[in-house]
């Protein structure tokens, strides 16, 4: 079942080919999910969204805490412009869109919060250590870089990603980490990590890892 919230969010799209795409991707992020994700973002203060596409899950933190402001950063800007749209067809300006490069983000300019929703995954292997280098260093000692992916097992889960992936974005390539790789990752950029393991009915291995920058 949808929030009136993410009805309204869905609605705010020009685009049918878009609004199907939402409904969809929202039914696979459930309200649960991004309630239980959203938990362990700030109500105030800076979050930053990379990799944020249609702008989906900003719009959706941004409508819940009006005095949380969240910058998404997504490097197709077709869908910086969408997200745009939306957000202004809501009337929520606590949010921002830039057209950007996750693997060029420097760490410029200090956040409270950021997050990767099923993103990861499509970042070139090689590129995420430096990037979560850079999102340390955009965040406080204790703040918190969230981190929703999937695991490599079990393997039928893994696959059924894989296929669903491809369904929606063949030409992009794909690398799923395994949790102890993408954990031992986030170590090493300077974070200490929690996995918190997201139940779900559907055969995804989801795994949300809660990691908070070190002093």
């Known amino acids: 079942m949808h929030s009136a919230t993410v009805r309204k969010i ?3 799209y020009d685009d049918p080919i878009v609004r199907a795409y939402c409904w969809a991707r929202f039914g696979i992020l459930r309200q649960r999910f991004l309630d239980e994700i959203g938990q362990y973002l700030p109500a105030e203060g ?6 944020c596409g249609f702008g989906l899950f900003s719009l959706y933190y941004a ?5 949380r402001f969240v910058r998404g950063l997504d490097v ?3 869908r910086i412009a969408l997200a745009r749209r939306a957000a202004a067809r809501l ?7 830039e057209e950007g490069d996750a693997r060029d983000f420097k760490g410029d300019g200090e956040m409270g919060a950021a997050y990767m929703l099923d993103i990861v995954h499509h970042v070139p292997p090689a590129s995420v250590p430096p990037l979560l280098r850079a999102l340390r260093r955009a965040l406080p000692a204790g703040g918190r870089l969230l981190v929703k992916d999937v695991d490599t097992r079990p393997a039928p889960k893994r696959w059924f990603t894989w296929l669903l992936d491809k369904a929606m974005a063949p030409a992009v390539p794909v690398h799923y980490w395994s949790a102890d790789a993408l954990a031992g990752a986030l170590e090493g950029a300077g974070f200490v990590v ?5 139940v779900d009915w559907l055969p995804y291995p989801h795994v949300l890892y809660v990691c908070e920058a070190r002093g």
């Open 10 to 12: 869905i609605r705010a």
């Open 46 to 51: 800076p979050v930053l969204d990379i990799g």
């Open 63 to 67: 409508a819940s805490a009006p005095g």
């Open 76 to 78: 197709n800007g077709g």
């Open 91 to 97: 009337g929520l300006d606590n949010v921002a869109y």
């Open 194 to 198: 929690r996995r918190h393991l997201m």
